[in-house]
C-alpha cells in the first residue's frame, strides 16, 4: 500500500507546469510550492507535467530542477520525477559506473524486483547507457536473479525449513559472505516479507553516527508508490518508533520535509 497522497480531484498537468516555473523564477527557488506539487503527484501525472513543462517552456524539468535544488533534496527529487524503471536504471547505473562502486545498492535493487519489473529495467538501463558501453560484469549482474520468482523462493525456503529444520537463510549466512550472500539474503528476505526487508535497510541507513542519505533517498523514493504503509507498519512493530519520527530526527530543511511529504506524517510537528 503506498504513502503517496495525491489530490482527490485530478489536477492540471499544465497548470502545475506553470506553478512549477513560477517557483523557479526569480532569486532563489520556491522550494515549499515545488514538494507542494511534486511530492503529490503520481508517476503518470509527473510525466504529463514534464511533458508540459517541456512543450510550454522548452526546457526539461529534470534539469531545470537540478540547477535550482541542492544537496540531498536535488538528489532525491530527480530521483523522484524519474519513472519507476528508469530510477532502478538510474540507481544502478549510479552504483556500478561511479566514483566508488555500490554493489549492495545494486544488489538491492536487483534483488528486491520482480522478473517482469527487472526486465523493464533492463530495458530502461540499456538505453541510457548503451548496450556496447555495458561491460561483461555489469550485463551478468542485471541478469542474476531476474528469473527468480518470489512466491517460488518463498516456497523453497519453507519446504527448506521443514526439511532440515534450519532456515535457508541461516544457511546462506554460514555458507555464504560478500556480495553474493547479500544478494541471497536480498532475495529471501524480500520474498518473505519486503516491508520487513526495507524496514531493516532504513532502520540501518539511520542507525548510530550519521545517515546514509543514499540509503535513506533510495528506498524511500522507490517505496513512497509501493508499500511504504506496509514499511512504516513493520518499521514501527520492529523498532517501537514511527519511520516519520526517524527521518524528521536524521534530516533538516527541505530535504526532510520532501521526504515526509513521500513518507507521510504520523504526528504533527
Do not use: M
Given at each position: 500500500m503506498a504513502s503517496l497522497t495525491v489530490p482527490p480531484v485530478p489536477t492540471w498537468p499544465r497548470q502545475d507546469a506553470i506553478d512549477l516555473h513560477k517557483a523557479f523564477r526569480g532569486f532563489g527557488c520556491d522550494s515549499t510550492t515545488v514538494?507542494?506539487?511534486?511530492?503529490?503527484?503520481?508517476?503518470?501525472?509527473?510525466?504529463a507535467i514534464q511533458q508540459?513543462?517541456?512543450?510550454?517552456?522548452?526546457?526539461?524539468?529534470?534539469?531545470?530542477?537540478?540547477?535550482?535544488?541542492?544537496?540531498n533534496h536535488k538528489r532525491a527529487m530527480l530521483l523522484w520525477v524519474l519513472d519507476p524503471a528508469t530510477r532502478d536504471a538510474?540507481?544502478?547505473k549510479q552504483a556500478l559506473t561511479g566514483d566508488v562502486t555500490n554493489l549492495r545498492a545494486?544488489?538491492?535493487?536487483?534483488?528486491?524486483?520482480?522478473?517482469?519489473?527487472?526486465?523493464?529495467?533492463?530495458?530502461?538501463?540499456?538505453?541510457?547507457a548503451?548496450?556496447?558501453?555495458?561491460?561483461?560484469?555489469e550485463r551478468a549482474f542485471i541478469r542474476v536473479f531476474s528469473e527468480r520468482s518470489w512466491a517460488h523462493m518463498a516456497a523453497v525456503a519453507r519446504a527448506y525449513h521443514h526439511m532440515y529444520d534450519r532456515?535457508?537463510?541461516q544457511a546462506v549466512k554460514s555458507e555464504t559472505s560478500g556480495n553474493f550472500g547479500f544478494g541471497l539474503l536480498t532475495v529471501l528476505r524480500s520474498a518473505d516479507s519486503p516491508a520487513r526487508y526495507f524496514a531493516r535497510v532504513l532502520h540501518k541507513a539511520m542507525k548510530g553516527l550519521g545517515t546514509s542519505d543514499s540509503a535513506l533517498i533510495r528506498v524511500v523514493v522507490t517505496r513512497a508508490e509501493i508499500d511504504m504503509q506496509y514499511i512504516k507498519a513493520e518499521y514501527h512493530r520492529m523498532y517501537k518508533r514511527s519511520l516519520a519520527d526517524a527521518i524528521h530526527a536524521e534530516t533538516s530543511g527541505n530535504y526532510r520535509t520532501f521526504?515526509?511529504?513521500?513518507v507521510g506524517r504520523d504526528r504533527t510537528y
Open positions: 514538494i507542494s506539487i511534486l511530492a503529490h503527484r503520481d508517476a503518470a501525472q509527473r510525466a508540459e513543462y517541456r512543450a510550454v517552456f522548452n526546457q526539461d524539468l529534470a534539469r531545470r530542477i537540478a540547477s535550482e535544488l541542492s544537496g538510474t540507481i544502478l545494486a544488489t538491492e535493487v536487483v534483488c528486491s524486483r520482480t522478473p517482469s519489473q527487472l526486465r523493464v529495467v533492463r530495458q530502461a538501463y540499456r538505453a541510457r548503451g548496450e556496447r558501453r555495458l561491460g561483461t560484469d532456515s535457508l537463510e521526504l515526509l511529504s513521500l
